[in-house]
């Protein structure tokens, strides 16, 4: 399937199919002892915002007792997906698939206003399933960064006439100078005797504004004994469309990475984004079971591992090679939500760093709790997340730690934003650039 594809080549599901289920929400026996995990519930202390009252709404509107309107729309759309309801639940309610579920039934069966429908038009069928466009869009923006533009616009104080753009302005990650895109269709030799052969999925915005992320990445693998190979055609993984409810855009880029990633045996398919790799783990969710892709989606599934995940297992990378290069400093973890929550890998990263001569890891509080990143959350949502933000960042100045350390480019990208608002002077790192230093 080519990149164009990916907004035509598939029809969007009924309604009925996408609506959330019975089988899902009859789970929750309303305890409550999801409300204090719930960021959007501690901080507005409605229980309409909270998992258990948005799961109660599901269901009113199921019944037809509640309309499919502007104040639903609403309170599923200030959820962040953040799944922390899910670690805390006794009853194994998967809330992830609830909430996409009904924005899944919100895309196709209410109006947004003008402006939503065409920013979500624009970036989600417009821009990320297509490498060129998003290629187009980074140049023009490392332009902006760079000629001076952006210094202007923002000693005039012209983005406070649109505060939404000026909040995502300055959210914006600097732009590589080199993209990643040059290196799909690579391969990439391991160092010493081969241990593994291993698929790396890249990412789409990380491709032109974590490409040297991406390229760290590959070189802690190489270490650690694994022939990297970047498929070309690989195309976005289809998060944010999924939390975003845009199922037809995400099945069409999942049979794209289908067939980009099962064309050749691999060990195991690895990714650096928290974000990436939840949605890629449930590939099978987007496709039922009468469908022929159903399977190879839970092939495809069962191969997908976190990069810190796969390191930590010694059966399946052979054990982390130890570092060689002592790095005298103190660092602090901070928990990607769709890490530890959607995947359930809590230990793997603090593993991972503890084998890092010199390196000090002191827990900060709140460790889990949510940055307020949630995919484009910060940006649609920017009073909520400023305030997750603002918690964060002061557990993390506590900590007294000189670096932040997480395991997805959207923390990364929040928690800069908040280094530089509130001043903290803390470098902020993914695992893999940390452990790529220590082997240099």
């Given at each position: 399937m080519s990149a164009g594809d990916a907004r035509t080549g598939v029809l969007a599901p009924s309604q009925a199919e996408v609506r959330p289920t019975w089988e899902l929400y009859s789970r929750c026996i309303h305890c409550g002892l999801c409300l204090n995990a719930c960021p959007t519930y501690r901080l507005l202390g409605l229980e309409s915002d909270s998992p258990r009252g948005?799961?109660?709404?599901?269901?009113?509107?199921?019944?037809?007792?509640?309309?499919?309107?502007?104040?639903?729309?609403?309170?599923?759309?200030?959820?962040?997906?953040?799944?922390?309801?899910?670690?805390?639940?006794?009853?194994g309610v998967e809330y992830g698939k609830l909430v996409e579920s009904a924005r899944a039934q919100i895309e196709q069966g209410y109006r947004r206003p003008l402006l939503s429908r065409l920013a979500r038009w624009l970036g989600l069928r417009q821009l990320l399933p297509y490498p060129g466009r998003l290629a187009a869009f980074g140049r023009l923006l490392r332009f902006y960064q760079r000629s001076g533009l952006q210094k202007v616009a923002r000693a005039s104080g012209a983005w406070r006439l649109f505060p939404k753009l000026g909040e995502a302005e300055r959210l914006l990650p600097p732009m590589e100078e080199k993209f990643f895109f040059s290196?799909?269709?690579?391969?990439?030799?391991?160092?010493?005797?081969?241990?593994?052969?291993?698929?790396?999925?890249?990412g789409c915005i990380a491709q032109v504004a974590f490409a040297?992320?991406?390229?760290?990445?590959?070189?802690?693998?190489?270490?650690?004994?694994?022939?990297?190979?970047?498929?070309?055609?690989?195309?976005?993984?289809?998060?944010?469309?999924?939390?975003?409810?845009?199922?037809?855009?995400?099945?069409?880029?999942?049979?794209t990475n289908l067939a980009a990633f099962l064309h050749e045996p691999f060990d195991a398919i690895i990714t650096n984004a928290a974000g990436c790799g939840a949605t890629l783990k449930e590939?099978?969710?987007?496709?039922?079971?009468?469908?022929?892709?159903?399977?190879?989606?839970?092939?495809?599934?069962?191969?997908?591992?976190?990069?810190?995940?796969?390191?930590?297992?010694?059966?399946?990378?052979?054990?982390?090679?130890?570092?060689?290069?002592?790095?005298?400093?103190?660092?602090?973890?901070?928990?990607?939500?769709?890490?530890?929550?959607?995947?359930?890998?809590?230990?793997?990263p603090r593993e991972l760093?503890?084998?890092?001569?010199?390196?000090?890891?002191?827990?900060?509080?709140?460790?889990?709790?949510?940055?307020?990143?949630?995919?484009?959350?910060?940006?649609?949502e920017p009073e909520v997340a400023q305030?997750?933000?603002?918690?964060?960042?002061?557990?993390?100045?506590?900590?007294?730690?000189?670096?932040?350390?997480?395991?997805?480019?959207?923390?990364?990208?929040?928690?800069?934003?908040?280094?530089?608002?509130?001043?903290?002077?803390?470098?902020?790192?993914?695992v893999m650039e940390l452990l790529d230093r220590a082997y240099k």
């Open positions: 948005r799961i109660h709404q599901m269901i009113l509107v199921e019944e037809g007792r509640l309309k499919l309107g502007e104040s639903f729309v609403r309170h599923i759309d200030l959820c962040l997906d953040c799944r922390a309801c899910e670690t805390a639940c006794p009853s290196e799909l269709g690579c391969v990439f030799p391991a160092e010493g005797k081969r241990r593994a052969r291993i698929a790396f999925f890249a040297e992320l991406n390229r760290a990445t590959i070189r802690v693998l190489q270490k650690n004994g694994c022939e990297v190979v970047v498929p070309a055609g690989q195309l976005c993984c289809g998060a944010l469309h999924v939390h975003a409810g845009v199922r037809d855009v995400a099945q069409a880029l999942a049979r590939y099978e969710r987007l496709f039922p079971p009468g469908d022929p892709l159903h399977a190879r989606a839970a092939e495809f599934c069962a191969r997908v591992r976190d990069v810190n995940e796969f390191l930590a297992d010694p059966e399946a990378s052979g054990g982390l090679q130890p570092p060689t290069a002592a790095l005298k400093m103190r660092v602090t973890y901070q928990d990607s939500c769709h890490l530890v929550h959607g995947q359930k890998i809590r230990n793997a760093l503890r084998q890092i001569p010199g390196l000090e890891l002191v827990e900060m509080k709140l460790a889990d709790h949510c940055c307020g990143s949630a995919g484009i959350y910060n940006l649609t305030a997750l933000l603002q918690e964060k960042m002061a557990c993390a100045r506590a900590s007294g730690a000189q670096a932040i350390v997480t395991a997805n480019p959207g923390c990364l990208l929040q928690l800069r934003a908040g280094v530089a608002r509130h001043s903290t002077g803390q470098e902020v790192l993914h």
